[in-house]
């Protein structure tokens, strides 16, 4: 069994930023990948970032030069610091671990950006 849980969010002014942790427990030795996907009400979930046991990171395009995410390895947690927000990242975003092909997925955390 493997459970995914995120905290931080909530509200923020354009050019802001916010902190999101991840924490992922179970059974498994390690997770391949962890990441984050975001979704706003009527569209799918989208890639934002993830990041490799081994420190290798991907962004979406929309969030390069400004979001950064970092793992801790020995803890199976992954953090999304959002820097230079936009009224545009506003949305839920949920963390995931990849184990074995298989993607956890947390419950989501809302990001809202106010002008």
């Known amino acids: 069994q493997v459970q995914v849980v995120e905290s931080g969010g909530g509200l923020m002014q354009s050019g802001g930023s916010l902190r999101l942790s991840c924490a992922a427990s179970?059974?498994?030795?390690?997770?391949?990948?962890m990441g984050w996907s975001r979704q706003t009400p009527g569209k799918e979930r989208d890639f934002v970032a993830r990041?490799?046991?081994?420190?290798?990171?991907n962004y979406a395009d929309s969030v390069k030069g400004r979001f950064t995410i970092s793992r801790d390895n020995a803890r199976n947690t992954v953090t999304l610091q959002m820097n230079s927000l936009k009224i545009e990242d506003t949305a839920v975003y949920y963390c995931?671990?990849?184990?074995?092909?298989?993607?956890?997925w947390g419950q989501g955390t809302q990001v809202t950006v106010s002008s």
């Open positions: 995931y671990a990849l184990v074995q092909g298989v993607n956890y």
């Open positions: 179970g059974s498994i030795f390690s997770f391949t990948f």
């Open positions: 990041i490799s046991s081994g420190g290798s990171a």
